[in-house]
């Protein structure tokens, strides 16, 4: 599986943009980034996922470089309900032996301050 | 609209006592995962099922643990002889498909503890 790297933790004014960043240098061609949040005591919430482009939703933006190796999640305007553990997963391929099974890393403890 | 639903929301038992968890997952999804998370720790997978076939158990920590999806619906994760070291959260996705365009919605989780 391709790996991620992410900053343990990340402090945003609210109001401001947070930038969540990702390094995923091993990622295959055939390989989806997806960006899971999860908040205290509740299960990991889908924030946006994309192959090359860059996407945007109405939670986020996803902006993916040219080369595929590194993709910067981006909240235009940060508020204290942001607060929460990102995680950026590379997704492997369902087929043969895998089925789409997503694998955390540790992520990155955002913290939105007023 | 109803999300995935998993029952009950904490768990406690003795050490050696066998417990069930159960997922409701979205209605119409055809893939269901179950994840454990253990205390500061990212979820990591256990089992995946595309309808009522279990396609995947490559997960389960040990012969203990055991899922089914009878219907290819609710599923239940049973866990056998609990110990100390099952205590987690237990955590049900599904999705529409498994396809890699397809994402994984979560339910809350079930947190278990053994005593």
């Known amino acids: 599986d391709a790996k991620t790297t992410q900053p343990t933790s990340m402090d945003c004014a609210e109001g401001r943009a947070a930038n969540l960043p990702c390094n995923h240098s091993?990622?295959?061609?055939?390989?989806?980034v997806y960006w899971y949040r999860q908040i205290h005591s509740q299960g990991p919430q889908y924030i946006i996922h994309?192959?090359?482009n860059n996407e945007t939703n109405e939670m986020a933006s996803l902006i993916i470089t040219e080369d595929r190796k590194s993709s910067t999640l981006i909240l235009p305007h940060a508020t204290l309900r942001d607060t929460a553990v990102y995680y950026c997963?590379?997704?492997?391929?369902?087929?043969?032996?895998?089925?789409?099974?997503?694998?955390f890393g540790q992520g990155t403890i955002l913290t939105v301050h007023p | 609209g109803a999300g995935v639903s998993q029952s009950p929301r904490y768990k406690v038992a003795k050490r050696g006592q066998d417990v069930a968890l159960r997922c409701d997952p979205i209605?119409?999804?055809?893939?269901l995962f179950w994840y454990q998370q253990a205390l500061g720790q990212g979820p990591e997978f256990l089992t995946y099922?595309?309808?009522?076939?279990?396609?995947?158990k490559s997960g389960l920590p040990s012969d203990r643990f055991f899922a089914e999806r009878p219907e290819g619906s609710v599923s239940t994760l049973k866990i056998q002889r609990t110990q100390q070291e099952d205590s987690a959260v237990y955590l049900c996705a599904s999705s529409l498909s498994g396809q890699q365009g397809q994402p994984q919605h979560f339910g809350d989780g079930t947190r278990l503890s053994i005593l």
């Open positions: 091993t990622i295959s061609g055939n390989e989806y």
């Open positions: 099922f595309q309808n009522e076939a279990q396609l995947d």
């Open positions: 209605s119409g999804h055809v893939s």
């Open positions: 994309g192959l090359k």
């Open positions: 997963i590379v997704r492997v391929p369902a087929g043969g032996t895998s089925y789409g099974k997503l694998t």
